[in-house]
């Protein structure tokens, strides 16, 4: 076991991508599983080990994972105490539906003190399916319900999930375009994204204006929109490119769905379990939502589980009103109530916010380099927006080069945001600062050769 851990201590490619062996493996995949498939399409490696923040290939190939199971291995791979509970449990009981049992209590209490203090004692929650798309599906249930209410309201540049529900709340056009007759009543709102401004405005000379369109729409008796049954939110825009909303685009959401007793869902899908570097990106932002949904990071070792935590106030439905088989993963509960204790054990949520500090250093690296047309991020989630063109337009394909590049030298990383021209990062929330150090020294050296800056590192 110590031979592993230090042959996984660092990256080491050796060859061309993918590998001899890997590319049987992908090509039995694209013989055997759907054309949906993604991941693999840009990243061509077939995994066979993980451990901590690293995986191995089939070929002997390491690399640091900065994807990190799209942001699920909260203490990454093999955690070797997630990994004993998860063991001790077997033996017990692995499933249990909705029914009680002392590991799903364990869980329920933990999830619950890590609410600020104010939420707990009104916060109740409910267990969806194993995805987050399920827990948004169950958060607007749960609001049409309570409220009798139909519309909902989302934002530009949003994902929450493939589901059909979910889709239909989701931005991306190119996911719903095949799919006809989707979920009616969902109604888009320009999103605070100041990097590419969806009203063509100027942070310096903005009043918030995309935030206030959707106030006057709302107020509005002759504006054409019903009062809705909810406003669907990211704080931290993940697949739309890792776009942190503005504080006070978040707290007017807030305040005039208050005022209007709209009940407002914050997904926290990706950016909650400390991604952000608070236990919830909300805390961050000095408002407190009617609806949480949760899912990915959960467990911290991949183990799926979702769940929405709501005010008890929206509690209508009646039994049975969604429900799931899976729901009751005893593994999951264990394994992600002994996560939350390493997390505070070992001040991960510090750990997270030192991290990003350190990444924010190091970014503002490549601060000169005409790609890059912004570099955004919070906690351990980041992106590095790209352009090959004086004006901005996006480069889709110089993103992917940068993806490439960096994968044969040893560094997972992947694309989100319009067009995918944003590099994403979502490391393993316990991640050292000599990992960081030479993840970063791979990424900017591989935007700093597409620019034209040669070789680079800590300069």
């Given at each position: 076991?110590?031979?592993?851990?230090?042959?996984?201590?660092?990256?080491?490619?050796?060859?061309?991508?993918?590998?001899?062996?890997?590319?049987?493996?992908?090509?039995?995949?694209?013989?055997?599983?759907?054309?949906?498939?993604?991941?693999?399409?840009?990243?061509?490696?077939?995994?066979?080990?993980?451990?901590?923040?690293?995986?191995?290939?089939?070929?002997?190939?390491?690399?640091?994972?900065?994807?990190?199971?799209?942001?699920?291995?909260?203490?990454?791979?093999?955690?070797?105490?997630?990994?004993?509970?998860?063991?001790?449990?077997?033996?017990?009981?692995?499933?249990?539906?909705?029914?009680?049992?002392?590991?799903?209590?364990?869980?329920?209490?933990?999830?619950?003190?890590?609410?600020?203090?104010?939420?707990?004692?009104?916060?109740?929650?409910?267990?969806?399916?194993?995805?987050?798309?399920?827990?948004?599906?169950?958060?607007?249930?749960?609001?049409?319900?309570?409220?009798?209410?139909?519309?909902?309201?989302?934002?530009?540049?949003?994902?929450?999930g493939a589901t059909a529900t979910a889709m239909a709340l989701t931005g991306l056009v190119s996911q719903k375009r095949p799919v006809a007759n989707g979920l009616p009543g969902?109604?888009?709102?320009?999103?605070?994204?100041?990097?590419?401004?969806?009203?063509?405005?100027?942070?310096?000379?903005?009043?918030?204006?995309?935030?206030?369109?959707?106030?006057?729409?709302?107020?509005?008796?002759?504006?054409?929109?019903?009062?809705?049954?909810?406003?669907?939110?990211?704080?931290?825009?993940?697949?739309?490119?890792?776009?942190?909303?503005?504080?006070?685009?978040?707290?007017?959401?807030?305040?005039?769905?208050?005022?209007?007793?709209?009940?407002?869902?914050?997904?926290?899908?990706?950016?909650?379990?400390?991604?952000?570097?608070?236990?919830?990106?909300?805390?961050?932002?000095?408002?407190?939502?009617?609806?949480?949904?949760?899912?990915?990071?959960?467990?911290?070792?991949?183990?799926?589980?979702?769940?929405?935590?709501?005010?008890?106030?929206?509690?209508?439905?009646?039994?049975?009103?969604?429900?799931?088989?899976?729901?009751?993963?005893?593994?999951?509960?264990?394994?992600?109530?002994?996560?939350?204790?390493?997390?505070?054990?070992?001040?991960?949520?510090?750990?997270?916010?030192?991290?990003?500090?350190?990444?924010?250093?190091?970014?503002?690296?490549?601060?000169?380099?005409?790609?890059?047309?912004?570099?955004?991020?919070?906690?351990?989630?980041?992106?590095?927006?790209?352009?090959?063109?004086?004006?901005?337009?996006?480069?889709?394909?110089?993103?992917?080069?940068?993806?490439?590049?960096?994968?044969?030298?040893?560094?997972?990383?992947?694309?989100?945001?319009?067009?995918?021209?944003?590099?994403?990062?979502?490391?393993?929330?316990?991640?050292?600062?000599?990992?960081?150090?030479?993840?970063?020294?791979?990424?900017?050296?591989?935007?700093?050769?597409?620019?034209?800056?040669?070789?680079?590192?800590?300069?």
């Amino acid at each position: 076991m110590t031979d592993l851990i230090v042959e996984m201590s660092r990256p080491h490619v050796e060859g061309a991508l993918p590998g001899a062996r890997s590319a049987r493996y992908l090509a039995r995949q694209e013989q055997t599983e759907s054309n949906a498939r993604s991941y693999p399409r840009g990243l061509p490696i077939a995994i066979e080990r993980g451990q901590g923040s690293f995986v191995r290939d089939v070929d002997g190939n390491v690399f640091i994972d900065f994807l990190a199971g799209a942001g699920v291995l909260s203490l990454g791979h093999n955690h070797p105490e997630l990994v004993q509970v998860m063991v001790d449990q077997l033996g017990v009981l692995t499933h249990g539906l909705d029914f009680p049992t002392p590991a799903k209590e364990a869980f329920v209490e933990t999830q619950l003190a890590m609410l600020p203090q104010g939420m707990r004692a009104r916060t109740k929650l409910h267990f969806c399916g194993p995805t987050g798309a399920n827990a948004v599906d169950a958060a607007v249930k749960l609001c049409k319900t309570a409220t009798g209410r139909g519309d909902i309201v989302s934002f530009q540049g949003g994902f929450h999930g493939a589901t059909a529900t979910a889709m239909a709340l989701t931005g991306l056009v190119s996911q719903k375009r095949p799919v006809a007759n989707g979920l009616p009543g969902v109604h888009f709102f320009p999103y605070s994204s100041c990097a590419r401004c969806p009203l063509g405005l100027r942070p310096d000379t903005c009043a918030t204006n995309c935030v206030e369109y959707l106030e006057r729409s709302l107020r509005d008796p002759n504006g054409g929109l019903p009062l809705p049954a909810a406003v669907i939110l990211e704080l931290v825009q993940g697949e739309g490119g890792v776009v942190p909303a503005r504080p006070e685009f978040v707290r007017r959401v807030r305040d005039l769905t208050a005022e209007l007793d709209i009940p407002l869902i914050v997904d926290e899908v990706q950016t909650g379990c400390g991604r952000t570097g608070t236990w919830f990106a909300f805390e961050q932002y000095g408002i407190e939502p009617d609806v949480i949904v949760a899912s990915k990071a959960l467990s911290g070792v991949g183990t799926p589980i979702a769940l929405i935590m709501y005010d008890r106030k929206l509690d209508t439905w009646s039994p049975g009103a969604h429900t799931g088989t899976f729901r009751g993963n005893q593994l999951a509960f264990v394994a992600g109530t002994e996560a939350v204790r390493v997390i505070r054990r070992d001040d991960v949520l510090g750990n997270v916010r030192r991290r990003g500090e350190q990444l924010a250093a190091r970014f503002a690296e490549i601060a000169w380099n005409p790609l890059v047309h912004d570099v955004r991020g919070m906690g351990l989630m980041w992106g590095i927006e790209l352009t090959d063109a004086p004006d901005g337009t996006p480069a889709p394909a110089l993103a992917a080069r940068v993806r490439d590049t960096a994968l044969h030298a040893g560094l997972i990383v992947e694309l989100g945001g319009r067009d995918d021209r944003v590099v994403r990062m979502l490391p393993p929330l316990n991640v050292t600062a000599e990992v960081i150090d030479t993840a970063c020294d791979i990424l900017l050296d591989a935007i700093g050769r597409l620019g034209g800056g040669g070789e680079w590192g800590r300069g």
